[in-house]
């Protein structure tokens, strides 16, 4: 029995992001009976249920601000070292989502290895290049990155872009390296547009089906909702201009108001947020385009979420989203004027064509980005097969 322990999300049932939805397929959907999962979740006490079949156990971290998540994963580690040994498990391999515990990590690493216990690490994204960090935060995150890089026996790299900025970034210390994409679902909602849920949603924000351009993420700087939306007001198109975001508290939304007065723009529509799943892949889906506007990180979640559902995907073009989106969507850059041009190019486009790239954006997904295939590279890499 492979036992594979995974640190760094915030645990199962996933209620947040997507670590958590990657945990949530990956122990759902396990097909190997060789191999056994203990996820560590971010909880109230230290007790231990079962989830999944998954061995799930809870840990407890005071609030410390800002670096509680660092906290958290070298307890997670901590707990995860004690528990090995303790029951005197063999062929274990510390699955690290992040790299947030860089400075702390050669300390139990030695440990590891005198253990016997193989170390992976997801280096997420360009963690380091966020709008939210100061300037110290953001060497932390740069620091702590290396650290983990030079330490780790492999780095589990979603995109290409990642795994390629990995080998070239750190190249002195020859990181081992492997490309798994991040996965999706490409079922369709199981509402239909005369579900009361759908039609209420629609009437309380006065939208109409395929009158719509939507995006739904993070609502932060580098996801470039300010260039989104001062294009798409440059633009003639008469839809609206749906965004799904917590933007409650949020300075950038008051800045953004200033900036763009886009309140005098009945067209765009700020509606909150939709924690039922099959309500946002059914508003997803009877979009008229969606707009992806992602630039740090890799595979992004809602850009695959956005391919399997949405037809027609304007994407911001850099490399992390051309290498999911490849020619199943259409770009746009952040020079004055690009995105205005395009939606007003992508209006024209007959039914066909736009069925035409809603097909490929779904045959991507499915050839590459699907949970079975993901989760059976995954069990392929942990049973080293």
């Avoid at 290049?129 to 740069?142: A, F």
């Avoid at 026996?153 to 390629?164: A, M, T």
Wanted: charged share 30%; glycine share 6%.
């Amino acid at each position: 029995m492979k036992n594979i322990f995974i640190i760094g999300s915030k645990g199962i049932p996933a209620k947040y992001g997507g670590f958590e939805t990657f945990v949530e397929y990956l122990t759902a959907r396990k097909s190997s009976g060789r191999v056994k999962y203990h996820v560590a979740c971010l909880g109230e006490d230290s007790s231990e249920f079962n989830y999944n079949n998954a061995r799930c156990f809870n840990i407890k971290v005071p609030n410390v601000g800002s670096s509680r998540a660092v906290l958290y994963d070298i307890l997670s580690l901590k707990e995860s070292i004690r528990y090995i040994k303790e029951n005197q498990l063999r062929d274990c391999i510390i699955y690290i989502l992040a790299c947030r515990i860089g400075p702390f990590f050669n300390y139990y690493k030695k440990k590891l290895e005198n253990m016997g216990v193989q170390v992976f690490v997801n280096p997420d994204g360009h963690e380091w290049k966020r709008s939210k960090w100061n300037i110290w935060v953001k060497r932390y995150w740069k620091f702590s990155e290396k650290l983990m890089v030079k330490n780790s026996d492999l780095l589990v790299c979603d995109s290409k872009g990642i795994e390629g900025y990995i080998r070239t970034e750190y190249n002195q210390y020859k990181p081992k390296t492997k490309f798994i994409a991040y996965g999706a679902d490409i079922e369709p909602s199981k509402l239909n547009t005369k579900d009361h849920i759908l039609i209420d949603w629609f009437k309380e924000h006065n939208v109409k089906s395929k009158q719509y351009y939507l995006v739904v993420g993070r609502f932060v700087p580098e996801n470039n909702y300010e260039v989104m939306i001062k294009e798409f007001m440059k633009s003639s198109t008469t839809k609206d201009f749906i965004l799904i975001a917590n933007i409650e508290a949020n300075a950038f939304y008051e800045r953004l108001k200033q900036v763009t007065n886009f309140e005098q723009d009945k067209r765009i529509k700020f509606v909150g947020t939709v924690y039922d799943q099959e309500l946002l892949k059914k508003i997803r889906e009877e979009a008229y385009g969606y707009f992806h506007g992602h630039e740090v990180g890799g595979t992004n979640p809602s850009l695959l979420e956005s391919l399997a559902s949405t037809n027609l995907n304007l994407l911001l073009d850099v490399v992390f989203n051309k290498e999911v989106g490849r020619d199943s969507a259409v770009y746009f850059s952040k020079e004055k004027g690009s995105l205005a041009s395009l939606i007003n190019e992508v209006e024209n486009f007959s039914d066909n064509q736009i069925e035409s790239f809603g097909y490929a954006a779904k045959e991507r997904i499915r050839n590459e980005y699907s949970w079975d295939k993901i989760i059976k590279e995954y069990e392929t890499l942990f049973l080293g097969e």
